[in-house]
């Protein structure tokens, strides 16, 4: 990848947390409910974890490095990533069981739902296609394939797996 396009992902990944909150709560005063905090604060995590992957991956590509430096963190996420889900998801299920309703509710749900299909483009497929050439493989191949983080997750693995 080019080097001022990772820093400009690194960069709106972070400034996107920013302008969620903004819009959301300033802009469109959605209420703090539970369900809406937790549905803000898990897709706020993935955007953080996806901002500083990127810029790890920069670092990796400038000093030539095999991994991204803090990869196995990275990989340690993925799975507390899946615990959060499960408790974001029942936490909003339970301020819909509380009597939550319409802006108390839906917003949240719609960021948790926003946060996984955040943490799938991160840790396994690749969704988001923002240039021609990802565009070109895409239509070329007829499928979605590993996402950049994934491929140095499975890299990282082989090579530890390869010491034992």
Request: hydrophobic residues 50%; contains cysteine.
């Amino acid at each position: 990848m080019i080097p001022s396009r990772l820093r400009s992902l690194a960069v709106l990944e972070h400034v996107n947390i920013v302008l969620f909150a903004a819009v959301l709560f300033g802009l469109l005063h959605t209420p703090p409910s539970t369900a809406n905090l937790v549905g803000f604060a898990l897709l706020a995590l993935l955007l953080g974890q996806g901002g500083t992957y990127w810029w790890l991956k920069l670092r990796q590509l400038r000093t030539r490095a095999p991994h991204p430096p803090g990869i196995a963190l990275l990989g340690a996420l993925c799975h507390l990533n899946t615990a959060l889900f499960a408790l974001g998801g029942i936490l909003i299920a339970w301020s819909g069981a509380q009597g939550a309703h319409g802006t108390h509710l839906w917003p949240g749900a719609a960021l948790w739902a926003f946060a996984l299909i955040e943490h799938l483009n991160y840790f396994h497929l690749q969704l988001s296609h923002q240039n021609r050439a990802d565009l070109a493989r895409l239509r070329r191949t007829r499928r979605l394939h590993r996402s950049h983080l994934a491929r140095d997750l499975a890299r990282h693995r082989a090579q530890r797996l390869s010491f034992r």
